[in-house]
């Protein structure tokens, strides 16, 4: 298992930036792909972005594409999620997520095998 770590969650009003980071340790960093989900409250959990273990292929779910970028460092064992435009429906804990590479790349919560203990984010009207 690689152990995983978020940071840089906050409040920000409707129209702002936020940049999420989540550092890894434990394994080998670059033999994951890397996910980043976020639940509302009363919610289920929901696909937000993926990224292959190289980096070079990325998906994002219809409700982020073109304002949110995810990205990798793997030299830094971190991968981030640059969020912009934010909307007051982005409001979400948001979780980094871990999965071991092979078979494509998965918008499954079920196929990742290890995850942060998540980031609030909040974006007010």
């Known amino acids: 298992q690689v152990q995983l770590v978020e940071s840089g969650g906050g409040l920000v009003q409707a129209g702002g930036s936020l940049r999420l980071s989540c550092a890894a340790s434990?394994?080998?960093?670059?033999?994951?792909?890397m996910g980043w989900f976020r639940q509302a409250p009363g919610k289920e959990r929901r696909f937000v972005a993926v990224i292959s273990e190289s980096g070079t292929f990325t998906y994002y779910s219809d409700s982020v594409k073109g304002r949110f970028t995810i990205s990798r460092d793997n030299a830094k064992n971190t991968v981030y999620l640059q969020m912009n435009s934010l909307k007051p429906e982005d409001t979400a804990v948001y979780y980094c997520?871990?999965?071991?590479w092979g078979g494509g790349i998965s918008t499954s919560a079920g196929d990742f095998g290890s995850w942060g203990q998540g980031t609030q984010v909040t974006v007010s009207s």
């Open positions: 434990g394994r080998t960093f670059a033999n994951y792909d």
């Open positions: 997520a871990a999965r071991r």
